[in-house]
């Protein structure tokens, strides 16, 4: 059964730091990997997705890597701004045909003091 | 391009009663899942359709189910509600990698 997992659980920043947020995985055998931002009881913005057979994309400020072999990928935000404050979640989808199934970790909650 | 839309938003039941959660999918989606985020839990898969067919289904009572239409909206019922099924569900679709998230239904039962 896949496991994902998302350290730290919770991470405050003063505006202008890069920072790194880390997602771990238990079976490697993934289709590909999606990072979510969700800000208060709202729903899930899809911020990047990296196939199995990728090692890393990028949007803007935000770099997502993927070492499927290790199960690990993080997420690098630059210059970080109040406006990043959300939770960050990661998930997986599994390989083989068909299923969207995703396993998600529990997310970092992302404080950016101004 | 609409996104994902849900109805209601919000919803307050009482224990034992039942309810109906509607999504309707991006214009050309054919994959709708639904999943439950509650505190504890974080986000549960609870089943994704496809075409109209169930496809998979996550560790959930019989108490939960769902549908899918013909024009691929999707709705799930959760009958004899309880106090643990408080929570956020999130539906998302699908055309071909990415998965795009509604606005939830924020269930809360007293």
């Known amino acids: 059964k896949q496991e994902v997992t998302q350290i730290p659980a919770a991470l405050s920043v003063p505006e202008g730091e890069n920072l790194v947020l880390n997602c771990s995985f238990t079976?490697?055998?993934?289709?590909?990997l999606q990072w979510f931002r969700q800000d208060p009881g709202k729903g899930l913005t899809s911020l990047l997705l990296?196939?199995?057979?990728?090692r890393e994309q990028t949007s803007g400020r935000l770099n997502a890597s993927l070492d499927k072999s290790s199960g690990r990928s993080t997420l690098y935000i630059a210059a970080s701004q109040p406006g990043d404050s959300a939770t960050y979640l990661c998930a997986v989808r599994p390989g083989g045909a068909g299923s969207y199934q995703l396993t998600f970790g529990k997310g970092t909650k992302l404080s950016v003091i101004p | 391009k609409a996104g994902v839309t849900q109805t209601p938003r919000y919803l307050i039941k009482t224990r034992g009663q039942q309810v109906t959660l509607s999504c309707s999918p991006i214009?050309?989606?054919?994959?709708v899942s639904w999943y439950q985020q509650t505190p504890g839990q974080g986000l549960q898969f609870l089943f994704e359709y496809f075409s109209e067919t169930q496809r998979n289904k996550g560790n959930f009572p019989g108490r939960f189910s769902g549908r899918q239409f013909s024009n691929s909206r999707s709705e799930m019922n959760v009958s004899t509600l309880e106090l643990g099924d408080s929570a956020l569900y999130l539906c998302?679709?699908?055309?071909?990698?990415?998965?795009?998230f509604g606005p939830g239904t924020r269930l809360t039962v007293t």
């Open positions: 990296i196939q199995s057979s990728q």
């Open positions: 079976d490697s055998a993934i289709y590909n």
């Open positions: 214009s050309g989606h054919r994959s």
């Open positions: 998302a679709s699908s055309l071909l990698e990415e998965q795009y």
